[in-house]
């Protein structure tokens, strides 16, 4: 093997261990059976624990509970003797908290398709109608003002939650002063972080320090040495020290902060580290926060300014000169995630306390049913995509699937490496890094056939192959990569997800075509083991004259599309139900049975009154005693709901215990945010490609994609009217995904024009696109078809949200292809007025140019 190769294998090899690693154990393990396997001593005693724990568990209770509860009193650290748990106030919660994140998987699955914990959070409105006297100041917040701030809550939660890593969680406003928070798949620590950064109400505060502090209290033992002034209050901060031992500061306080210097006037908080290495936080303030901090610190220089959180004494720094900047930083002993919490609760402060009312693991929300379905026609999709690569391109098939599995080798590991959560947005990102990675292989293997029709050797074609599809390759991914990171930048939620696995898995294809295949290609040439490479052929060189019908088409869809989205808009405006439960929200009704039924019963059930799209649940309290249904349907069906289920499934018994309205689960803020991203990747998208080509082809990209997601959305419309269908989370996904197909398709049609006319090739500007379309005819068709195909799978056999994202990515599909013949290419002809653009060469005659000239 030559020395430059031997290179690449070993990082290949470097980086396919690396991800193995990474995702190992892919599924999580038993958490009793880890507690079992684990002990260091197991006496009679313990294996009594072990036992109770499995009937508790067969009974219904979850693992970790079922263990807390078998354990009791007994104390296991003589079980476990390497964890050191003996500094812990809950030692045997400790011990268990190490064990289940030892035995969980490194694949980590969203809500919609493990379910989670679900927290039923009640807002304190009281706390809104309290005034706080400040100086001359005086911040009322008025009761109608309920609204506002449970949407700002809802808002801050997102945010806060967000910091536990890309975990997509389900926020909702549940009626009244109320909000429903779901939560993938925790372990029972991640469980209590949860709760205390859902309920923290970061409520800070700047008070002064009354100037005769030490003489009113001893600041060491707390003693009082005189009556606490009137407006005055004692505080307490104990930090533990280097040695272990702890001190005390004592100081009498303001019962009322400076001068307006509360709530949310912090711009921004991050974690920083002091000089020795204690982590600290360091915090901005508006602009109106910093000009009141300005005059209270130029008011009182030489006092102490207390900083409180919650009520609670954080430190009492001494006031050396006038602070204008408008910035600070808090001191203490954080550990690195206390630090990291601190700062995530100060830059996003809730407007009034939160208290959990309930906690519940539920299920997953897609259902059962269409996960199972899902997952067969994704094997299914994966197997005909490389089946065909395998017959139709033989050896290279061979090697284009090496690289596919490759590829999601490293998708796998980067995401597990990084905690990322999977989820049917995500996971839609995968579908489109696959529809890439073929994409990348098949633009390789035609360009080595047309070089090989030129009568070189395999080595040569190959090498000429590799070098003129780069470009190709290259301008098609980093298009990609720029609309995946800017939605990961600008994106919440879901938007996020899809951003981050599109941003791994095309960083992997760009890795895997370009490098993992060629290595294997060249090993073979190496050894001489292969002097040919032979391929079907099965769609052979055309001259079809696309531009002939390019003004009624490109009129023609046009017009479909905005018709079918005004008609979409017009029905909805007559009370035609157009948006879902994720958009608009619902009803939320629970029940409880005798028989438990698969979910695919009741959905069956459900599509009687056209609500075959509900959310279907199963919920069990935290000791996992009582099991109920929950389903998430249309607003006003909640009567319709219990006489179906009384109707079509009566030996189930359901009983109605409750039910409640949901708001929308992608609120305006989410709807905002993909907006926003999707524009900001448009014009992104639009400077690269006017950068790489030139700014008309970058033009009608762009313009191009844009009628793509408007004629997606138009099917979409037209098909709510005839079938029912309604807009939810996966048609936000599948659209991300037509973005990024689209995009693909244009630029690599854009690569072969630009390419002719660097050549100079002979003819119109007409008969250029028209050569360079047949030219790439071949590569679309199989490019297209098998991506069409795998995902025809998930539409024939993928129920619920899954068949919603398969349709929509279906027209996507044909749109993107057509749009890049009679929209991008047709834009970029009328651009220059049939004229050939100013990066043409002179015009050359090139042998055996194929060239389509009008009839």
Known sequence: MKHNNLGRFILVIVIVVWSLFQVYPPKSQSLISEFASRAEKTDTNFLAIVKSAEQLKL??????????????????????????????????????????????????????????????????????????????????????????ALDQAIGVLRK?????????????????????????????????????????????????????????????????????????????????EANGKTSTEIFVVKQKPENGLFGDIVSHAKVDYSQYGKPEVLFELTAEGARHFGEVTSANVGHKLAIVLDKELVSAPNIESPITGGSGRITGNYTPDAAKSLANVLQNPMRAPLSIVSSKDVSATLGKDSINSGIMASKWG??????????????????????????????????????????????????????????????????????????????????????????????????????????????????????????????????????????????????????????????????????????????????????????????????????????????????????KLDEKEVRSALAGINESGATIQYQK????????????????????VKAVLAEKLPAAKFTYVGGYTVGATIGKEIQMSAVAASLLAMLGILFYVAFRYEFSF????????????????????????????EFNATVVAAVLTIIGFSINDKIVIFDRIREQL????????????????????????????????????????????????????????LVGTYSSIYIASVIVLWWHKGERPQIAAAQVSVPNAATARPQ
């Open 160 to 240: 806060r939650i967000d910091q536990f890593g890309v975990a997509e969680p389900e926020i909702r406003s549940a009626g009244g002063n109320r909000i429903l928070v779901q939560l993938p798949g925790l372990s029972q620590a991640d469980k209590e972080a949860a709760t205390i950064s859902i309920k923290k109400p970061a409520f800070l505060e700047f008070r002064l320090v009354h100037e005769r502090s030490a003489e009113i209290v001893n600041p060491s033992t707390g003693e009082l040495l005189e009556p606490v002034p009137p407006g005055y209050e004692i505080l307490r901060h104990i930090e533990s």
């Open 59 to 148: 009974a219904g209770t979850n693992e970790f509970a079922a263990l807390q509860q078998a354990i009791g009193t007994n104390d296991i650290q003589n079980n476990f003797s390497y964890i050191n748990a003996k500094a812990q106030v809950r030692p045997t919660t400790f011990i268990l908290n190490r064990l289940q994140h030892e035995a969980s998987g490194k694949i980590k699955l969203g809500l919609d398709l493990q379910g989670g914990t679900s927290f039923l959070v009640e807002m304190d409105t009281n706390a809104l109608m309290t005034a706080s006297q400040n100086g001359d100041t005086n911040k009322i917040i008025q009761t109608a003002d309920v609204t506002g």
């Open 382 to 595: 994966v197997i005909f995509v490389a089946g065909f690569m395998l017959i139709y391109y033989r050896f290279a098939g061979l090697t284009a699937n090496i690289a596919l599995i490759t590829n999601i080798i490293i998708l796998l590991g980067v995401m597990c490496s990084i905690g990322t959560t999977f989820t049917l947005p995500g996971i839609a990102g995968g579908v489109l890094t696959v529809g890439m990675a073929v994409d990348a292989n098949v633009l390789i293997y035609e360009r080595i056939r047309e070089e090989l029709a030129k009568g070189k050797t395999l080595r040569g074609a190959i090498d000429a192959g590799y070098g003129r599809a780069f470009g190709t390759i290259f301008d098609s991914h980093v298009t990609t990569l720029i609309s995946s990171i800017i939605l990961i930048w600008k994106g919440t939620g879901e938007i996020q997800g899809f951003g981050v696995t599109l941003t791994i898995g095309v960083a992997a294809s760009l890795f895997t075509a370009l490098v993992v295949t060629r290595l294997i290609f060249n090993f073979w040439l190496d050894r001489n083991w292969r002097i040919s490479l032979s391929m079907l052929h099965i769609i052979t060189a055309s001259k079809i004259d696309f531009m002939k019908m390019a003004k009624p088409l490109f009129v023609m869809t046009w017009i479909f599309a905005i018709s079918a989205v005004g008609f979409g808009i017009f029905n909805a405006s007559q009370g035609k139900r157009l948006l879902g439960v994720d958009f608009v929200g619902g009803d939320s009704t629970s029940f409880t049975f005798a028989q």
């Open 621 to 640: 309290d935290a000791a996992g005693s009582l099991e109920t249904l929950n389903l998430t349907t249309s607003s006003g069906t909640t009567e319709k």
């Open 698 to 725: 970058a033009a009608a990209a762009v313009a191009a994609v844009f009628h793509d997601v408007l004629f997606a959305i138009g099917a979409y419309c037209l098909a709510n009217y005839f079938t029912g269908r």
């Open 758 to 813: 660097k050549l100079g090739v002979r003819g119109s500007f007409r008969d250029i696109i028209n050569l360079s379309l047949n030219q790439t005819l071949s590569r679309t068709i199989i490019t297209s078809g098998t991506v069409f195909l795998a995902t025809g799978s998930l539409y024939l056999f993928g129920g619920g949200a899954i068949n919603d994202f398969a349709f929509t990515f279906l027209v996507g599909i």
